[in-house]
């Protein structure tokens, strides 16, 4: 394992100067729709799943299949993204992902056999992974360093209310009938189109522009965020960056100078989700189920968890640039690696419900207050900006695959090794990415793309 590279501090003009605020929240907040729909396309299943593995008749492995398979939509949609926001652009991807958004939450809702569900499931995936790579790097490649943090972490708080409002959705539509599970699919397509119409709103990456020798309308982006002496420090800087760009290949991330951080940007996006929250998101009515809460109480409560979710991430927003993002990532992996631990003892000793909600909601709590917006941050700025779509999509990629497996695997996981064993895994997995953040992973807090990039790249 490579050693950290330490700390080189770089004087910056930054600090003095005084952005336009509000245009960078108004176009942050659009761009963190993409997260919404994130959270929302990944949620909504977990109301759904009795009823359509009961329509399609599925097995065990089949309904791990249906709630999976998104995820290798999404590692599809990772991989091709990179790809595409280098040739389109940042805003024009989007766009793309707020279409398919909307015609693939009405595809599943109504689709009549399960290949078709498969299929519109899967397509769904791609605009996932393409949004949840494009989203905070759009943020990220926007906003001045000061202020970066918070607004990379909009993301994850547009995620969480994405996964409320699933949640809330599938509640009020649990008693519509025997459609009832083709109506919480097919609601996915009102947020979409707000989405889709915000993304008029927003401006393109100054950052992408330059790299296409649009210097003027980069300029013009960048005086409208800090005023001219601030376009002009940053234009010179950011071109500067690209002065010894060459055109890159995929294997071209391997090589030296940049094969440790993109390593260290794979394993930070694994372990973010392979950690437990996937299992409780992704079955949190079967769970609360088992623990003896009837269906109605269940589903309510996957409402206050999607709440909890939500209301942490705020924690993160307000400490991320204060305390910094290696800070937040140890803190929270050594946390539910306690609750985890707690979660199993409360399904093996079987203590009553109320232990096993407070446990869900300790770990959902936790995660939305560090590891969930924390690991978007980060991998939003370690990479340098000349390989940043192309490493953006390889840890993306990593991330669904994870995403994938985790999901995949729990019904499996629960029938073999039950719900004390399948979170003593996942209270495992928690304790080593705390030594692995502790060992590898570098300070970014305060400093700007550019100047992060000095300090990894030797």
Request: glycine letters at 8%; charged letters at 15%.
């Amino acid at each position: 394992m490579a050693p950290i590279i330490p700390h080189v501090e770089v004087i910056s003009a930054q600090s003095a100067t005084s952005y336009n605020r509000s245009y960078v929240y108004l176009v942050s907040v659009i761009a963190a729709m993409g997260g919404l729909l994130f959270g929302f396309d990944l949620s909504i299943i977990s109301g759904t799943v009795r009823f359509f593995s009961e329509y399609f008749h599925l097995t065990e492995v089949g309904t791990g299949w249906a709630v999976g398979c998104i995820n290798l939509g999404s590692a599809v949609g990772a991989l091709l993204a990179g790809k595409i926001s280098d040739l389109l652009g940042r805003k024009q991807t989007l766009l793309i992902c707020a279409f398919l958004f909307g015609i693939t939450g009405l595809g599943t809702g109504w689709a009549e056999s399960f290949s078709v569900f498969i299929l519109f499931r899967m397509l769904s995936g791609v605009a996932v992974g393409a949004a949840a790579m494009v989203c905070p790097m759009y943020i990220a490649e926007i906003s001045p360093a000061p202020l970066r943090g918070r607004l990379v972490a909009f993301y994850q708080l547009a995620i969480t209310a994405g996964i409320l409002l699933a949640y809330l959705s599938n509640y009020l539509l649990l008693n519509t009938g025997e459609n009832n599970w083709r109506w919480m699919f097919s609601s996915q397509a009102v947020p979409s189109l707000l989405f889709f119409f915000g993304l008029f709103i927003v401006s393109e990456s100054p950052r992408w522009l330059i790299r296409k020798s649009k210097t003027a309308e980069a300029k013009a982006i960048l005086t409208r965020i800090g005023g001219s002496g601030y376009a002009q420090e940053e234009t010179a800087i950011i071109t500067r960056s690209f002065s010894h760009e060459i055109k890159e290949n995929v294997k071209d991330l391997f090589k030296r100078d940049v094969a440790f951080i993109l390593f260290l940007g794979i394993l930070i996006a694994v372990f973010s989700q392979a950690v437990g929250q996937n299992s409780l998101f992704s079955y949190t009515p079967e769970i609360f189920k088992q623990a003896g809460m009837p269906e109605d109480n269940a589903f309510l409560q996957s409402v206050i968890l999607g709440f909890i979710n939500f209301l942490f991430t705020f924690i993160a927003i307000a400490s991320i640039d204060k305390f910094g993002r290696k800070k937040l990532l140890m803190m929270g992996s050594i946390l539910l690696f306690i609750d985890a631990l707690a979660l199993g003892y409360a399904f093996y000793a079987q203590l009553p419900g109320i232990w096993v909600l407070s446990f869900v909601l300790a770990f959902i709590a936790i995660y939305a207050a560090t590891l969930g917006p924390v690991t978007w941050v980060v991998l939003s700025e370690i990479f340098p900006n000349r390989i940043r779509g192309n490493a953006m999509s390889m840890a993306t990629l990593g991330l669904w695959l994870a995403n994938f497996f985790t999901t995949a695997s729990f019904p499996l996981m629960k029938a073999y090794l039950g719900l004390p064993g399948t979170f003593a895994v996942h209270a495992g997995i928690c304790l080593i990415y705390f030594l692995f953040i502790r060992r590898n992973v570098p300070e970014t807090k305060g400093k700007s793309l550019e100047e992060i990039e000095t300090t990894l790249i030797k």
